[in-house]
Protein backbone atom coordinates (compact mmCIF):
# COMPACT_ATOMS: atom_id res chain seq x y z
CA UNK A 1 0.00 0.00 0.00
CA UNK A 2 2.61 2.35 1.31
CA UNK A 3 5.30 1.06 -1.18
CA UNK A 4 8.73 1.52 0.60
CA UNK A 5 9.26 4.01 3.25
CA UNK A 6 12.40 4.53 4.50
CA UNK A 7 14.04 4.80 7.98
CA UNK A 8 16.26 7.62 9.08
CA UNK A 9 18.74 8.16 11.69
CA UNK A 10 18.80 11.37 13.12
CA UNK A 11 22.82 12.29 14.00
CA UNK A 12 23.02 8.76 13.61
CA UNK A 13 21.20 7.59 16.46
CA UNK A 14 20.66 10.04 19.15
CA UNK A 15 18.40 8.90 21.37
CA UNK A 16 20.78 5.75 21.65
CA UNK A 17 24.43 7.12 21.53
CA UNK A 18 26.01 10.59 21.39
CA UNK A 19 25.28 12.26 18.61
CA UNK A 20 26.92 13.09 15.76
CA UNK A 21 30.05 11.07 16.68
CA UNK A 22 31.58 8.12 14.70
CA UNK A 23 30.81 5.74 17.28
CA UNK A 24 26.71 7.29 17.13
CA UNK A 25 26.97 6.98 13.05
CA UNK A 26 28.28 3.17 13.51
CA UNK A 27 25.63 2.19 15.81
CA UNK A 28 22.61 3.40 13.72
CA UNK A 29 24.26 1.37 10.56
CA UNK A 30 24.60 -1.69 12.82
CA UNK A 31 20.76 -1.38 13.65
CA UNK A 32 19.88 -0.96 9.99
CA UNK A 33 18.88 2.80 8.61
CA UNK A 34 17.90 3.60 5.12
CA UNK A 35 19.95 6.89 5.64
CA UNK A 36 22.08 8.55 8.13
CA UNK A 37 21.20 12.22 8.94
CA UNK A 38 24.22 14.09 10.40
CA UNK A 39 24.92 17.69 11.05
CA UNK A 40 28.50 19.85 9.44
CA UNK A 41 29.74 23.21 10.03
CA UNK A 42 32.80 24.83 9.07
CA UNK A 43 35.95 25.44 11.97
CA UNK A 44 38.10 28.34 11.89
CA UNK A 45 40.30 26.56 9.56
CA UNK A 46 37.96 25.43 7.25
CA UNK A 47 37.81 22.40 8.40
CA UNK A 48 34.01 20.27 8.06
CA UNK A 49 33.47 19.08 11.68
CA UNK A 50 29.98 17.34 12.74
CA UNK A 51 28.00 19.47 15.01
CA UNK A 52 24.50 20.43 15.21
CA UNK A 53 25.27 23.61 16.74
CA UNK A 54 26.94 26.83 15.71
CA UNK A 55 28.23 27.83 18.82
CA UNK A 56 30.09 24.93 21.15
CA UNK A 57 26.88 23.67 23.29
CA UNK A 58 27.31 22.83 27.14
CA UNK A 59 24.85 19.87 26.97
CA UNK A 60 26.86 17.55 24.37
CA UNK A 61 30.72 18.73 24.77
CA UNK A 62 32.64 19.42 27.49
CA UNK A 63 36.23 20.90 27.59
CA UNK A 64 39.36 18.70 28.49
CA UNK A 65 42.20 20.86 28.37
CA UNK A 66 43.67 23.49 25.78
CA UNK A 67 44.92 22.89 22.66
CA UNK A 68 48.29 24.35 23.19
CA UNK A 69 49.73 26.30 26.11
CA UNK A 70 47.96 29.42 26.84
CA UNK A 71 45.35 29.48 24.72
CA UNK A 72 43.29 32.55 24.95
CA UNK A 73 40.17 30.86 23.82
CA UNK A 74 39.96 28.08 26.39
CA UNK A 75 37.11 27.29 27.60
CA UNK A 76 35.83 26.43 23.91
CA UNK A 77 32.80 25.39 25.47
CA UNK A 78 30.33 28.78 24.39
CA UNK A 79 32.40 29.54 21.55
CA UNK A 80 31.32 29.95 18.36
CA UNK A 81 32.44 27.19 16.10
CA UNK A 82 33.70 28.76 13.34
CA UNK A 83 35.97 30.86 16.06
CA UNK A 84 37.90 27.63 17.05
CA UNK A 85 40.49 25.26 14.66
CA UNK A 86 40.14 21.82 14.43
CA UNK A 87 42.43 21.35 16.83
CA UNK A 88 40.77 23.26 19.53
CA UNK A 89 38.24 21.31 18.25
CA UNK A 90 39.15 18.09 18.77
CA UNK A 91 39.92 18.39 22.50
CA UNK A 92 36.55 18.67 23.42
CA UNK A 93 34.97 15.38 24.83
CA UNK A 94 31.55 15.03 22.82
CA UNK A 95 30.57 11.62 24.01
CA UNK A 96 28.97 12.73 27.20
CA UNK A 97 25.59 14.11 26.93
CA UNK A 98 25.45 16.66 29.94
CA UNK A 99 21.68 16.68 31.13
CA UNK A 100 20.71 20.78 31.65
CA UNK A 101 17.28 20.03 32.13
CA UNK A 102 15.73 17.18 33.99
CA UNK A 103 13.30 16.63 31.49
CA UNK A 104 16.18 15.58 29.00
CA UNK A 105 15.26 12.60 27.49
CA UNK A 106 17.77 11.52 25.52
CA UNK A 107 20.45 12.07 28.91
CA UNK A 108 18.18 9.21 29.92
CA UNK A 109 18.41 7.05 27.19
CA UNK A 110 21.86 7.26 25.75
CA UNK A 111 24.58 5.36 26.40
CA UNK A 112 27.64 7.74 27.34
CA UNK A 113 30.96 7.31 25.38
CA UNK A 114 33.63 9.46 27.32
CA UNK A 115 36.77 10.19 25.42
CA UNK A 116 34.83 10.80 22.22
CA UNK A 117 36.05 13.46 19.41
CA UNK A 118 33.96 15.61 17.05
CA UNK A 119 34.76 13.62 14.30
CA UNK A 120 35.67 15.58 10.67
CA UNK A 121 33.18 14.70 7.41
CA UNK A 122 36.13 13.15 5.63
CA UNK A 123 37.07 11.27 9.04
CA UNK A 124 32.72 9.75 8.82
CA UNK A 125 32.95 9.12 4.98
CA UNK A 126 35.97 7.35 5.26
CA UNK A 127 34.53 4.94 8.22
CA UNK A 128 31.16 4.41 6.48
CA UNK A 129 33.18 3.37 3.49
CA UNK A 130 35.48 0.74 5.87
CA UNK A 131 32.29 -0.77 6.99
CA UNK A 132 30.87 -1.35 3.48
CA UNK A 133 27.82 0.60 4.26
CA UNK A 134 27.24 1.39 0.33
CA UNK A 135 23.86 1.31 0.25
CA UNK A 136 23.35 3.85 3.02
CA UNK A 137 22.06 7.07 1.90
CA UNK A 138 24.43 10.10 3.39
CA UNK A 139 21.50 13.25 4.61
CA UNK A 140 24.09 16.12 5.47
CA UNK A 141 22.63 18.85 6.82
CA UNK A 142 24.68 22.52 6.73
CA UNK A 143 24.18 24.04 9.39
CA UNK A 144 24.00 27.44 8.72
CA UNK A 145 21.81 30.39 10.31
CA UNK A 146 20.96 33.53 7.59
CA UNK A 147 19.97 35.67 11.15
CA UNK A 148 23.43 35.00 12.54
CA UNK A 149 25.97 35.38 9.26
CA UNK A 150 28.81 36.15 12.01
CA UNK A 151 28.09 32.18 12.90
CA UNK A 152 27.55 31.42 9.43
CA UNK A 153 29.87 29.96 6.76
CA UNK A 154 29.39 31.06 3.22
CA UNK A 155 26.18 29.38 1.84
CA UNK A 156 28.18 29.03 -1.64
CA UNK A 157 31.47 28.14 -0.19
CA UNK A 158 30.11 25.84 2.30
CA UNK A 159 27.77 23.66 -0.43
CA UNK A 160 30.55 23.35 -2.62
CA UNK A 161 33.16 22.43 0.08
CA UNK A 162 30.98 19.92 1.56
CA UNK A 163 30.22 18.50 -2.22
CA UNK A 164 33.97 18.49 -2.79
CA UNK A 165 34.05 16.17 0.50
CA UNK A 166 31.50 13.72 -1.19
CA UNK A 167 32.86 13.42 -4.26
CA UNK A 168 36.72 13.22 -2.73
CA UNK A 169 35.38 9.61 -0.93
CA UNK A 170 33.17 9.17 -3.83
CA UNK A 171 29.67 9.14 -1.86
CA UNK A 172 28.04 11.99 -4.04
CA UNK A 173 25.86 9.89 -5.83
CA UNK A 174 24.32 8.71 -2.59
CA UNK A 175 24.17 12.04 -0.39
CA UNK A 176 21.48 14.40 -0.26
CA UNK A 177 22.34 17.81 0.93
CA UNK A 178 19.51 19.40 3.76
CA UNK A 179 19.10 23.03 5.67
CA UNK A 180 16.92 25.17 6.99
CA UNK A 181 18.77 27.96 5.60
CA UNK A 182 16.84 27.95 1.69
CA UNK A 183 20.31 30.13 0.69
CA UNK A 184 22.64 26.58 0.69
CA UNK A 185 19.78 25.08 -1.31
CA UNK A 186 19.98 27.74 -3.69
CA UNK A 187 23.57 27.15 -3.86
CA UNK A 188 23.51 23.70 -4.00
CA UNK A 189 21.41 23.77 -6.57
CA UNK A 190 23.59 22.35 -9.72
CA UNK A 191 26.34 20.68 -7.08
CA UNK A 192 23.86 17.83 -5.76
CA UNK A 193 21.15 15.68 -7.35
CA UNK A 194 19.08 15.62 -4.08
CA UNK A 195 18.52 18.58 -1.43
CA UNK A 196 16.12 18.87 1.00
CA UNK A 197 14.09 21.83 2.33
CA UNK A 198 14.10 21.45 6.01
CA UNK A 199 11.41 23.84 7.76
CA UNK A 200 9.61 24.66 10.87
CA UNK A 201 7.68 27.00 12.50
CA UNK A 202 10.28 29.81 13.37
CA UNK A 203 11.57 29.15 10.31
CA UNK A 204 8.67 29.65 8.06
CA UNK A 205 9.70 33.06 6.58
CA UNK A 206 11.72 35.04 4.36
CA UNK A 207 14.95 35.17 6.11
CA UNK A 208 15.65 31.65 6.15
CA UNK A 209 13.62 31.07 2.85
CA UNK A 210 15.93 32.70 0.71
CA UNK A 211 13.55 35.55 0.31
CA UNK A 212 10.40 33.53 -0.40
CA UNK A 213 7.08 34.40 1.11
CA UNK A 214 5.04 31.81 2.53
CA UNK A 215 2.25 34.34 1.41
CA UNK A 216 3.27 34.66 -2.07
CA UNK A 217 2.20 30.43 -1.77
CA UNK A 218 -1.43 30.46 0.04
CA UNK A 219 0.69 29.13 2.65
CA UNK A 220 1.87 26.34 0.36
CA UNK A 221 5.00 25.04 1.93
CA UNK A 222 6.02 22.69 -0.89
CA UNK A 223 4.91 25.38 -3.38
CA UNK A 224 7.59 27.25 -1.94
CA UNK A 225 10.24 24.51 -1.81
CA UNK A 226 9.89 23.54 -5.23
CA UNK A 227 10.45 27.24 -6.02
CA UNK A 228 13.77 27.17 -4.30
CA UNK A 229 14.91 24.38 -6.04
CA UNK A 230 14.25 21.60 -3.15
CA UNK A 231 14.23 17.76 -4.29
CA UNK A 232 12.44 17.00 -0.96
CA UNK A 233 10.60 18.68 1.64
CA UNK A 234 11.72 17.80 5.27
CA UNK A 235 9.14 19.35 7.41
CA UNK A 236 8.75 19.37 11.59
CA UNK A 237 6.38 16.43 12.13
CA UNK A 238 4.13 19.39 14.05
CA UNK A 239 3.93 21.28 10.06
CA UNK A 240 2.32 18.14 8.55
CA UNK A 241 -1.42 17.54 7.49
CA UNK A 242 -3.19 16.81 4.49
CA UNK A 243 -3.18 20.15 2.78
CA UNK A 244 0.53 19.96 3.30
CA UNK A 245 0.71 16.25 1.79
CA UNK A 246 -1.77 17.26 -0.81
CA UNK A 247 0.44 19.99 -1.97
CA UNK A 248 3.39 17.69 -1.88
CA UNK A 249 2.06 14.91 -3.46
CA UNK A 250 0.66 17.68 -6.50
CA UNK A 251 4.57 18.42 -7.18
CA UNK A 252 6.04 14.77 -6.78
CA UNK A 253 8.02 15.86 -3.79
CA UNK A 254 8.83 13.41 -0.96
CA UNK A 255 7.92 14.19 2.85
CA UNK A 256 10.74 13.41 5.13
CA UNK A 257 9.31 13.80 8.63
CA UNK A 258 11.27 14.45 11.66
CA UNK A 259 11.73 13.93 14.15
CA UNK A 260 9.39 11.21 15.63
CA UNK A 261 10.24 8.90 17.85
CA UNK A 262 6.78 7.74 19.27
CA UNK A 263 5.60 4.48 16.85
CA UNK A 264 2.00 5.62 17.09
CA UNK A 265 2.69 8.78 15.44
CA UNK A 266 5.28 7.36 12.92
CA UNK A 267 2.39 5.03 11.83
CA UNK A 268 0.40 7.74 11.46
CA UNK A 269 2.34 9.76 9.35
CA UNK A 270 2.99 6.98 6.96
CA UNK A 271 -0.81 6.10 6.58
CA UNK A 272 -0.57 10.08 5.51
CA UNK A 273 2.08 9.34 3.38
CA UNK A 274 5.61 10.35 4.54
CA UNK A 275 8.18 9.30 1.99
CA UNK A 276 10.58 8.49 5.24
CA UNK A 277 10.61 9.03 8.83
CA UNK A 278 13.48 10.23 11.26
CA UNK A 279 14.02 9.17 14.36
CA UNK A 280 16.26 9.56 16.98
CA UNK A 281 15.48 5.94 18.02
CA UNK A 282 15.57 3.68 15.04
CA UNK A 283 15.48 0.36 17.40
CA UNK A 284 11.73 1.75 17.74
CA UNK A 285 10.95 2.23 13.97
CA UNK A 286 11.97 -1.11 12.94
CA UNK A 287 9.86 -2.68 15.56
CA UNK A 288 7.32 -0.46 13.70
CA UNK A 289 8.38 -1.60 10.60
CA UNK A 290 7.99 -5.02 11.15
CA UNK A 291 4.76 -5.30 13.20
CA UNK A 292 3.53 -3.42 9.93
CA UNK A 293 5.56 -5.93 7.25
CA UNK A 294 7.56 -2.95 5.71
CA UNK A 295 10.88 -3.56 4.22
CA UNK A 296 13.38 -3.65 6.90
CA UNK A 297 17.08 -1.78 5.79
CA UNK A 298 19.82 -4.30 6.04
CA UNK A 299 21.90 -3.53 9.53
CA UNK A 300 25.42 -3.26 8.54
CA UNK A 301 27.92 -5.50 10.12
CA UNK A 302 30.65 -3.64 12.79
CA UNK A 303 34.24 -3.65 12.74
CA UNK A 304 35.53 -4.71 16.01
CA UNK A 305 35.96 -0.95 17.18
CA UNK A 306 35.42 2.55 16.39
CA UNK A 307 37.53 4.81 17.54
CA UNK A 308 36.29 8.19 18.61
Known amino acids: MHGYVELHGHRGARGLRPE ?8 ALELGVDALEFDVAMSADGQLVLTHDLIVSPVTSADTGMATPDDE ?29 PDD ?18 AVLGLIGALG ?44 LLSFDWRVLKAAEQLV ?21 LADFDGDIPAAAAEVGATTLSPDRVLVDEALMAGASLRGMPVVVWTVNDPEEASRLIDMGASAIVT ?20 V ?7 A
Do not use: C
Open 20 to 27: NTLPGLAF
Open 73 to 101: MFPYVGRPINSLTLAQLRTLDVGVRLPQR
Open 105 to 122: VFALTQVPLPDTRMPTLG
Open 133 to 176: ADKVRLNVELKSNPTRLDLSADPVEFAERVVKELDKHDKLSRAS
Open 193 to 213: DQRYALIERVTANPEWMNGLD
Open 280 to 299: DYPDRMRRLWKARNLPLPEP
Open 301 to 307: RPLRHVD
